[in-house]
């Protein structure tokens, strides 16, 4: 409830004062009729009309704290907004060949990829998002949704091996450029992690970075990888999976010329946190502009307190004059 002129609710103290000295008087005491002999009247029992004769000052008092608030105009407030949100078309290309289980980030490369994806996606509400998947092919995980669970559960599916192994930088931005081409959305952005250098597939990366720009799609890139030297997979003599130390190898001048290109940005990812930072950096470089038009609807409430404090008035008026009348 909100008040329209919420100063004269100081009128309220007014109340203390009179409360104080109602109370005051009466344990004073005043005697309408004088006794010379009071013993039998402290005998005498005491009626309903005893423990009701504060009444009328209950009920008058009252009436005056409601006429108080009836002049302080109590309203409802209603508010009724109209959200307009200019959302953005996203795709998340990632690199899933076997390179990405190396075991510089924790646990490893691609595990980490997937988190921190995840947790971009959960922040995006509003916005269409797709995933596409890539290695020496690309296909499409995930079409633009906004099912955001959905979306979360395909994502939790990728992982290395389950295409051809290789790097097609070039097919993983393709195949991303292909389900933006026909979205309607004023920002159409693509999001390419991978930690290699192109080898694999049929399309040029530079090819593909010249195809988004007519398309005024922005690409970010992100090399994911430690400096130096990191753990590699690799297959022993006996077929076991183990861990050999290989350079890292990543081509950030192609993912840099890409990012150039399209209006975008190239990123190096070279642990987790890092990893975070820049989605986060991302995140918040491509919001959704949101317009929201609000309308305030105030209804006067003022008329029922006033009808509820003359209704006490009535009832002090007629409890003093009809059934707790005194002798002047």
């Given at each position: ?113 997937k988190e921190v994806a995840g947790a971009f996606i959960a922040d995006r509400y509003g916005d269409r998002l797709g995933l596409v998947a890539f290695a020496g092919e690309a296909f499409t995980q995930s079409p633009l949704t906004t099912d955001q669970g959905t979306l979360q559960t395909l994502l ?80 022993d003599m006996f077929g076991e999976m183990t861990f050999v130390q290989q350079k890292v190898e990543i081509d950030e001048k192609t993912l840099t010329s890409i990012a150039e290109l399209t209006g975008g940005r190239y990123f190096r990812a070279t642990d987790k946190e890092k990893l975070k930072a ?51």
């Amino acid at each position: 409830m909100h008040f329209h002129s919420p100063y004269y609710l100081w009128l309220l103290l007014v109340l203390v004062p009179i409360i104080g000295y109602y109370v005051w008087r009466t344990l004073q005491g005043s005697a309408a009729i004088q006794f010379s002999f009071v013993a039998g009247v402290r005998k005498a029992p005491k009626t309903w009309r005893y423990y009701l004769r504060h009444l009328p000052f209950v009920l008058r008092t009252t009436a005056l704290a409601l006429l108080i608030i009836a002049l302080a105009r109590p309203q409802d407030v209603e508010r009724l907004s109209h959200s307009n949100t200019e959302g953005i078309d996203i795709m998340l290309s990632i690199d899933v060949s076997g390179s990405m289980l190396a075991r510089d980030f924790k646990p490893d490369r691609i595990t980490a990829a997937k988190e921190v994806a995840g947790a971009f996606i959960a922040d995006r509400y509003g916005d269409r998002l797709g995933l596409v998947a890539f290695a020496g092919e690309a296909f499409t995980q995930s079409p633009l949704t906004t099912d955001q669970g959905t979306l979360q559960t395909l994502l939790s599916r990728i992982r290395s091996g389950l295409i051809e192994d290789g790097t097609a930088i070039g097919n993983g931005l393709a195949t991303a450029i292909n389900r933006l081409r026909e979205s309607e959305a004023k920002s159409k952005v693509i999001i390419l992690l991978t930690d290699g250098v192109n080898n694999r597939g049929e399309i040029a990366p530079m090819t593909a970075a010249e195809i988004a720009k007519a398309q005024n799609i922005r690409v970010y890139t992100i090399g994911v990888g430690t400096e130096g030297m990191a753990p590699y997979p690799a297959i022993d003599m006996f077929g076991e999976m183990t861990f050999v130390q290989q350079k890292v190898e990543i081509d950030e001048k192609t993912l840099t010329s890409i990012a150039e290109l399209t209006g975008g940005r190239y990123f190096r990812a070279t642990d987790k946190e890092k990893l975070k930072a820049i989605y986060d950096e991302i995140n918040r470089m491509e919001r959704s502009k949101v317009e929201v038009q609000e309308h305030v609807i105030y209804h006067e409430l003022f008329l029922a307190w006033l009808l509820a404090a003359l209704a006490l008035l009535a009832a002090e008026f007629l409890l003093s004059t009809l059934i707790l009348k005194r002798i002047p």
